[in-house]
């Protein structure tokens, strides 16, 4: 029996503390979790405690940690956008092996400069496309390459974010302003982007995408409409994006049903009733949809022909019910049709009845239909044996360069993009 994996969190955050540290107490023969690296001193409290890490493998940043010697075999970069090439950079230098939560980063000069940090130091970088390793997508992908649907020839995807979501992270919360993170294809699409270029098994060759902020502006604030909900607006008991309603009352996302979840707990660390409300009065998470800062879209959509001649089309938009993800493939001998939330596929062959393929949902024990374990579990088997993963730098930054690529076709009126042409115009250079 080999030894777990030793690992430092680096962010104790919904990624690092909610999703990866656990892994380590479900799994404590495949992982051990040795130090934590967080500025928030409740964070970084509750996740001491939380997995008895004495005061000298506690730091409040990753400069802190990283100025030791090293101390586990890898490190998890779960830190905001903007700091994962410089934080990556660090764990580099001090020799771990890494996961580095995407997107890698906004800049194609950042992302060049980390593949070639990595490539020369020789160590291994897994980014956390995690939807790669969901059971659903793991069917989709074996249907492709067993040959049944023909000759892949189109492939329609879209990522269909609840309203609730969209207005806790891409209103209110922390990926609200693309020049302070990253652009939201990029930010919450680039599994997708992976996903489209893995299926495919091609890089993409042109893009062109248009789409904006729509509805989350000032246009569109209603008469009258405080700064907070909580502040005496006159439409709170009828509109939908009213903060006490969807982090206290709401039954799918509210404390009141639910207890402290992944959003409550981006409000304040350690989350009760009293806690949030005192912070909804007067915090981020607390403001009027429309009288926020955010400039990222609620609504995108994207074109793109692969270099294997594939189209591919994704749309994006933030006003749904829940969120889940859809997907069409379509072949020379059939096609197929899927719903990751619902975990269904359905494939049909030209001339013959459609087959309908339920996943077995009781396997999915973590988050993005049970890719978060998965990619662990194989990320940690590559270590052990050998190799890279699925998923390592040098694959991801395909689904960055397509999203960035995306953005600057939006940018600019819709524009068709040659993705190499727009790649190589860009040094691989640190802006750190």
Known sequence: MSEPVSVVIIGAGGRGRLTYAPYAKKFPDRMRLVAVAEPNDVRRGLMAQEYALP???????AEA???QPRMADMAFICTQDGDHVRHACLALERGYDLLLEKP??????????????AETLGRSVTVCHVLRYAPFYQKVKELISSGALGRVIAVQASENVGYWHQAHSFVRGNW?????????????CCHDMDILVWLTESRPRKVSSMGGTAFFNAANAPEGAPT?????CPVKDSCPYDAEKIYIHDELTGYDFNGPGWMQSAVVPDPTLEK????LRTGPYGRCVFRCDNTVVDHQALCAEMENGVTVSFHLNGFNQR??????????????????DEETIVYTPFGGKPQTIRMNVQETISGHGGGDYRMLEE??????????????LCRSLDSHFMALAAEHSRLHGGILVDVDEFVAGFDARSAL
């Open 104 to 117: 890698v980063s906004a800049s194609v000069s950042e992302c060049k400069y980390l593949l070639n940090k």
């Open 176 to 188: 609200r302003r693309a020049d302070e993170t990253s652009p939201m294809i990029l930010a919450k």
């Open 379 to 392: 990320m940690f088997r590559a270590r052990r044996e050998g190799g890279a993963t699925a998923t390592d």
């Open 65 to 67: 940690l990283f100025s």
């Open 276 to 279: 949030l409300m005192d912070a």
């Open 323 to 340: 969120n889940y993800r859809t997907l069409r493939v379509s072949g020379t001998l059939g096609d197929l049709t899927g719903d990751l």
């Open 55 to 61: 005061p000298d493998k506690q730091f409040v940043s």
């Open 228 to 232: 907070h909900c909580l502040l005496g």
